[in-house]
């Protein structure tokens, strides 16, 4: 995997977040896709729903498991990466870009602080990412 | 394979599980064999049967096995089977639903998916 993108945030939880305005793009990182596996299948959220911080935004399946994507930020999904429940490949190649999962409407003004910055997020993995 | 914890537990007999090749119901003597002796003679009221999963979620240990809008058993296992290109599962249900070509539907994380009785085993290797 190449560099992770500085303009992203992270969760301990693996999943990433970068800010357009009010516009969150969510996603799952390149160690969340590593330790699934080979995918089968996206289950995506509804456009117009309300998601909390730290509630189940989608769901990522493989053959081993299912991984449960936890969104970083409270807001509206807009717009979801709907592709990805027939094909998986761009979550798997490039997951930190067209492997987005959904764009929320978050609120005016909301700080990302309590998430990780790319050095932090590489800690967490060094450390065994749980 | 019937694997301990999946399709044999302590609540399954193996009529049930289609191990009747391992039993000898005429050895009487044997700890067990008259309970299922009797159970045989009553008429089993579910089986396992083998299911292709026509979506591309796969079926999971637990999952409720759906039919007519009411839960009628559930998933003894379930994988992706890389020889078929298919999900696959096994599943206990009534005996009514374990001829081929059924059609049920198997509870994944909450929402229903289709799934069908196949022949078992599910692949024979040509010799």
């Known amino acids: 995997m190449a560099t992770r993108p500085a303009d992203c945030r992270y969760t301990k939880t693996h999943e990433w977040v970068r800010l357009e305005g009010t516009t969150a793009v969510v996603g799952i990182t390149d160690f969340a896709v590593e330790h699934l596996g080979e995918l089968v299948f996206v289950d995506l959220p509804a456009k117009g729903k309300k998601i909390g911080k730290g509630e189940s935004l989608a769901e990522v399946e493989s053959v081993k498991a299912v991984g449960e994507v936890y969104s970083p930020v409270a807001g509206e999904v807009t717009e979801t990466n709907s592709g990805l429940a027939n094909d998986q490949t761009p979550l798997a190649k490039d997951p930190f870009k067209t492997g987005w999962l959904a764009k929320l409407k978050v609120a005016a003004g909301l700080k990302l602080d309590g998430l990780m910055d790319v050095a932090a997020y590489q800690k967490h993995v060094d450390a065994g990412g749980s | ?127």
């Open chain 2, 1 to 127: 394979m019937p694997l301990y914890g999946n399709e044999i537990e302590l609540d399954i007999n193996p009529l049930e599980a289609g191990l009747d090749f391992g039993l000898d119901l005429s050895k009487t003597g044997t700890i067990g064999i008259p309970a299922l002796v009797a159970a045989k003679a009553k008429g089993l009221s579910r089986k396992l049967a083998s299911f292709v999963a026509h979506t591309p979620r796969i079926p999971r240990q637990g999952c409720e096995i759906h039919s007519d809008g009411k839960v009628v058993g559930k998933v003894a296992s379930g994988a992706a089977s890389a020889t078929l290109g298919k999900n696959i599962a096994t599943g206990f249900v009534p005996l009514a639903l374990t001829a081929l070509g059924t059609k049920v539907e198997v509870d994944i994380r909450g929402s229903l998916h289709p799934l069908e009785v196949v022949p078992h085993p599910f692949y024979k290797r040509a010799r």
